[in-house]
């Protein structure tokens, strides 16, 4: 507070002109470090199940069973490259690159490595029996059912605030209930959709590359 009142001082002692200019570049400085608060389209990030501390996980390892397409699972370690997912927009509504991700946008999260993106549809998933949930498409084209809406609580995605995902096409929440997978993915959780919004299905934003409004690259921890 001691800060703004010292800037109030040194504003009113200045010249009209000039004062007018200081106070549009603080307010200016001020709107970026809030923008920079939110999760925006373009950006790359690693997303974090928060009640089993496990991030959204894919590779190239497909079901043996359901779909046979690329599975999706959940892993322990925080600096595997093949956890990292990019926030688009919908084949419908594109969005802005560096454009904040509002609450209840609809989005696509298309897997880094191997641009396929966040699927899923009316199969059992192995282990718990609940829907699975794939990677599918190619080069980040697939269909309708990689749409995913983001549930928060304000207007925008916020990086720190853990938010749901429901899924357009089936109702479903991608969640995570600990089940875990023997070889060749030893100890990874199963990652599936389920109906009811619950502790399963909260996620948060980790470690990443964030696009800034104005599409430059703001680095979060590491990428």
Known sequence: MESVSC?????RSLPPLLSLLLLLLRSSCEGRESELNFVTCGSLVKLLNTRHNVRLHSHDVKYGSGSG???V?????AD???????IRGNPKRQCQRGSAV?????????HMKTGRN???HHFSSPLSHNQEVS?????????DLDVWAVQCDGDYWERDEAVRFKHQGTDVFLSITGEQYGNPIRGQREVHGMRSPNQHNWWRTME?????PSQELLHHDEL
């Open 7 to 11: 800037v109030r001082r040194v504003v």
């Open 69 to 71: 397409q690329q599975s």
């Open 73 to 77: 699972t959940g892993v322990e370690s």
């Open 80 to 86: 595997d490259a093949n956890s990292y997912w990019q």
């Open 102 to 110: 509002k609450c209840g946008q609809t989005i696509r999260i298309t």
């Open 118 to 120: 966040l699927h899923t």
């Open 135 to 143: 990677a599918f498409g190619e080069h980040g084209e697939g269909d």
């Open 208 to 212: 990443g590359v964030f696009i800034q």
